[in-house]
Nanobody, 124 residues
């Protein structure tokens, strides 16, 4: 079955960096758009970033543009999220997701598979 496993979360001070990774199995990875979402306590899950199948097209939420970078390695079936200049408001559980369509969507309902998430906590 399809598995998406996130790693790399943790506790970091404001202004610091973290790199999240997501390892995928059980699907033809190169045919899926891969995305990152996050969910803070008491809030809805929100779109963070996504990358198309061959990695040449990306999309970011305005709140992370210029600070986060999404990338993928189709040979290793992994997608990463480099997070720089972290802010306390970036604190959330971060989820990896896979979408089999051809266009990047920002709605969680568009994504077919999800990981269990990794906690990112940014202290002030």
């Amino acid at each position: 079955q399809v598995q998406l496993v996130e790693s790399g979360g943790g506790l970091v001070q404001a202004g610091g960096s973290l790199r999240l990774s997501c390892a995928a199995s059980g699907l033809t990875f190169s045919t899926y758009i891969m995305g990152w979402f996050r969910q803070a306590p008491g809030k809805e899950r929100e779109f963070v970033a996504a990358v198309k199948q061959i990695g040449t097209m990306t999309s970011y939420a305005d709140s992370v543009k210029g600070r986060f970078t999404i990338s993928r390695d189709n040979a290793k079936n992994t997608v990463s999220l480099q997070m720089n200049s972290l802010k306390p408001e970036d604190t959330a559980v971060y989820f990896c997701a896979a979408d089999r369509t051809s266009f990047i969507h920002r709605l969680r309902e568009s994504y077919d598979y999800w990981g269990r998430g990794t906690q990112v906590t940014v202290s002030s």
